[in-house]
Each structure stands twice: as structure tokens, then as C-alpha cells.
């Protein structure tokens, strides 16, 4: 069974400009959660999406959007990137009834120059 | 004010001691997490609770809900345990809240 997979594993951008990061669910996992990591901090919840609907929101301003595809595979865009952004993206899926419990992918690495 | 705060944020330990640490939390929630992150990124979840203990090898984990507080409990701890260890809540409506870490170094 494959795990959570996230692409790319590294990527470096310039202010202003836009980006899209993708992550693979587990097989059979429906729920996808998105999380932003600054360096030396926990884990702060971006959003989180359920058979192709957004499911909750955390404090992250509207220039962070997301997609979640038929397959539950999910996209993380960011627009207008800014110095700030520049963190460890990670997603987790959840299985169907177990929203509770995560399986997290390794994780994007962003640096926003 | 985080939701999540957790003590201490820099352990380091002599491999075989036995290591605590806790978590406090601020918001009701419907279970707690505790996580381990390798350097790189890569997080496994290690524990989901919501009432009492739990264990698993050398990890036990504990909470009182009354209190609000968990710990994790490392046994006989080997330099194979430095990683950083994240607690986290999860509300109803599925959200979660990450505590910032201890980071945790066993010297041979």
C-alpha cells in the first residue's frame, strides 16, 4: 500500500509569483488536510478537504486556495507568494470515518526568495 | 496564545534515562496526538487518545481530560528517539491544533 506522497520535494520562488503544490492521498483515504510549518514550529492547519469539498478552514488568508480531485489526490495553490511563505508544506490523508487520525506525507519545502 | 503548549521545547538526555514530555491544551477537543518528526520533514503519528494510557514498546502515553494535559513517556530512551515530538489536538469539525515541539537529542 503507498503512502501519502507529496510533489515537489523542494521548491524555490521568487515574491510575487504563484505555486501549486500537489499531494497523493493514501489508498482509500477521502480526506486530505493541509498544514503550513515555519521553521522551529509546530504544524498550523491551512485546510482541510472531503470528497472534493472544502471542510474547514484554518486562519490562512484567501490567496491560499485548494483543490481535491475525484481520486481525493489534492492541490495546495498559493498566489501572490510572499517571504513569509517560505515553510515545510505537509499533507495528510485520512481515512473514511477517521478523520481523526492522519497520516502525514514527508513534505514540500518552499523557499520564497 | 497557542491552543497547544508543550514543555520542555529542548531535551536532551543520556541513552536509558527515562523522559517525560508534557503538553497542555486549551480548547475542548475530541482527541490528542502525539507525533514524531525525523529530521527532513517526515511525521508518524504515534498516538491517538482520548481517556486514560496507552503504550507502545518503550512510549506510553497518558491524558487527563479534567486537567487538560498529556505526557509522553519514553523508556530505556536510545539515540535512535532524537526527533522532534509534536502534540497535537483535533476539535469536532476535524481541525487541528500543533503544539511546537521538543525536540529531543539521546547522546550515546
Known amino acids: 500500500e503507498t503512502g501519502v506522497t507529496q510533489s515537489p520535494t523542494h521548491l524555490i520562488k521568487t515574491r510575487g509569483q504563484q505555486v501549486t503544490l500537489r499531494c497523493s492521498s493514501q489508498s482509500g483515504h477521502n480526506t486530505v488536510s493541509w498544514y503550513q510549518q515555519a521553521l522551529g514550529q509546530g504544524p498550523q492547519f491551512i485546510f482541510q478537504y472531503y470528497r472534493e469539498e472544502e471542510n474547514g478552514r484554518g486562519n490562512f488568508p484567501p490567496r491560499f486556495s485548494g483543490l481535491q480531485f475525484p481520486n481525493y489526490s489534492s492541490e495546495l495553490n498559493v498566489n501572490a507568494l510572499e517571504l513569509d511563505d517560505s515553510a515545510l508544506y505537509l499533507c495528510?490523508?485520512?481515512?473514511?470515518?477517521?478523520?481523526?487520525?492522519?497520516?502525514f506525507g514527508p513534505g514540500t519545502r518552499l523557499l520564497v526568495l | 496564545k497557542n491552543e497547544v503548549e508543550q514543555s520542555p521545547q529542548n531535551l536532551t538526555a543520556q541513552e536509558g534515562e527515562f523522559i517525560t514530555i508534557n503538553c497542555s491544551y486549551s480548547?475542548?477537543?475530541?482527541?490528542l496526538h502525539w507525533l514524531q518528526q525525523h529530521p527532513g520533514g517526515g511525521i508518524v503519528s504515534l498516538f491517538m487518545l482520548s481517556s486514560g494510557k496507552k503504550k507502545h514498546g518503550r512510549l506510553i502515553a497518558t491524558i487527563n481530560i479534567q486537567e487538560k494535559h498529556s505526557s509522553l513517556h519514553i523508556t530505556a530512551s536510545h539515540p535512535r528517539d532524537s526527533a522532534v515530538y509534536i502534540c497535537a489536538v483535533s476539535l469536532t469539525g476535524n481541525q487541528f491544533y500543533f503544539g511546537t515541539g521538543t525536540s529531543l537529542t539521546v547522546i550515546p
Open positions: 480548547v475542548g477537543i475530541s482527541a
Open positions: 495528510a490523508s485520512s481515512p473514511p470515518g477517521l478523520a481523526g487520525t492522519q497520516y
